[in-house]
């Protein structure tokens, strides 16, 4: 099932400054895969099979841009008998460190997460840095959409509200937001620094455009017309005229929106993870979750095993242990959602388990104009904010 009903600048300066490096220094470069990592991905082999040559290989390492990879590791290693240690890196670093290592071929990270699928694909998996790798077992409840590269989890970002002042969300159609009646009462993320919306932006262009002009026909009762090149670009091209909050983070916007004592809160859009300060902070933060077409969108993580590992078994295993309801418990109970279908959602202070069916997903299918446009949503952002 596709569950469609689905920055730029500072991440090509890390690649490109990690493959100058390379060329400078005259570094030939790194292999496609090594030789014993060639060999363990190319085999279908059975989970037992992994485990089985798992155990003669060495520690393994495991990037991720959350804490709770360290427990994760912790457990993976008690649940099979092997050392793992998990390390915090945030986007930008995995990248740059997973760059380097293979440069190197001083391989840490034997297992890496990165939110950045665009550059994974355009850059990471050209250079032979990583390889993807999708375990046969679970590869059927894996949609195919979230495959090439694998996705591990999503990451939710929900259009919330203030409940305190409301009893219900006060829009029901994204193209309000765009109204003069919403005009500076719009919190999100600075999308120019943000490469998940430019991204979100691009797959809602490639994938979510007759949604969004069955959304624009049912507030105003007329279909859209346009000058630009979808109605994803008219949409935020208009929200971006509309004088929306812009913040630093989502952290940010979950204060704007959900702070106690205001007597006009924005709406705004919010990662599920910050629905925790309802019990943290007191903030009174509500989901929009029947907001025409989609009550928010969840941007992709994907997770990748370094090319040139020398446990490559061990690091199989990791991705398989990591797409499991066990394996991946700590990450999806603030709300991520696994890309296993298998896996069943936990309640969370979002209810993201109520609201799977009405977000917008990637599709790995468009990762190739979401590299390639990041720019031009960029430029439609800022021009049409003046």
Known sequence: MIRHTRAAGATAAVLGVALAASACAGQA???????????????????????????DEDPITIYDGT??????????????????????????????????????????????TIKDLPALKSQLVPSGFVT???????APSIDESMRDPLVLITDPSIFAYNSEVHDTCPVDNVW???????????????????SAK???????AQFGDDELRAAYEAEFGEELETELDSAAAEWVARLAANEP??????EEASEAVGALGQDDPPVGLVASAKFRNIDEKGYAL????ELDPWAGFASPKAIAIASGTDSPYSAMLYVHYALTQEGIAPQIA??????????????????????????????????DADWADREVWQDLWRTSSR
Request: net charge negative; charged share 25%.
């Open 132 to 138: 993807t790798w999708v375990p046969s077992d679970l």
């Open 67 to 112: 804490s709770k990879v360290e427990e994760m590791a912790e457990a993976f290693g008690e649940a099979y008998g092997l050392k793992a240690t998990g390390v915090k890196a945030d986007a930008s670093e995995v990248i740059e460190k997973t760059t380097r290592e293979a440069q190197s071929g001083n391989i840490v990270g034997d297992v890496v």
């Open 29 to 55: 470069p790194a292999p496609t895969v090594a030789d014993t990592s060639s060999d363990a991905f190319s085999k279908d082999l059975t989970l037992d099979e992994i485990v089985e040559r798992a155990q």
């Open 245 to 250: 909050i812009l913040t630093k983070s989502s």
């Open 334 to 367: 603030d709300g991520k959602i696994s890309s296993n279908a298998d896996v069943v959602q936990p309640e969370d202070p979002a209810h993201i388990g109520d609201l799977v069916d009405e977000l917008f997903f990637f599709d790995n299918a468009g990762l």
């Open 198 to 204: 430019l991204d979100w932006f691009s797959q809602l």
């Open 176 to 194: 309000q937001l765009t109204e003069p009646e919403w005009r500076g009462e719009v919190a999100t993320e600075d999308p120019v620094g943000s």
């Open 286 to 289: 509500a989901t929009c979750d």
